[in-house]
């Protein structure tokens, strides 16, 4: 576990072990969850298909491309347990191939219509 006050920025870093440099890394999504078995209901999304949305979250610069920096604002899920869990997707694509997820950045999902 990692102790945080509430509103204090959490940093954070992903890091691909590799000794390739033709790989880059992407943050898809982090969701957080009061519990570690379900990061579906009661889940808040600080980034989701690649797109922020959490107003505190911040990425740093990197030099390099297998390494993802990142802060955003420490909270706790009300009347539940004082833990908060996180789950986050990365994607490792090769550098400079623009048709790969890496590049595509944000991703709005298309909304359906509804039928009458």
Do not use: M, W
């Amino acid at each position: 576990p990692y102790y945080v006050r509430i509103n204090q920025n959490l940093f954070l870093e992903a890091y691909l072990h590799s000794s390739d440099p033709r790989l880059t890394l992407f943050l898809d999504s982090c969701v957080a969850s009061p519990t570690r078995h379900n990061f579906t209901t009661r889940s808040y999304a600080i980034i989701k298909n690649g797109c922020v949305k959490d107003p505190t979250y911040y990425e740093y610069y990197s030099p390099h491309n297998h390494i993802r920096r990142f802060k955003f604002n420490a909270f706790q899920f009300i009347q539940s347990n004082p833990e908060v869990y996180l789950q986050c997707e990365l994607v490792v694509c090769r550098a400079f191939d623009y048709s790969s997820r890496c590049y595509q950045g944000c991703v709005r999902r298309p909304k359906r219509e509804a039928s009458s």
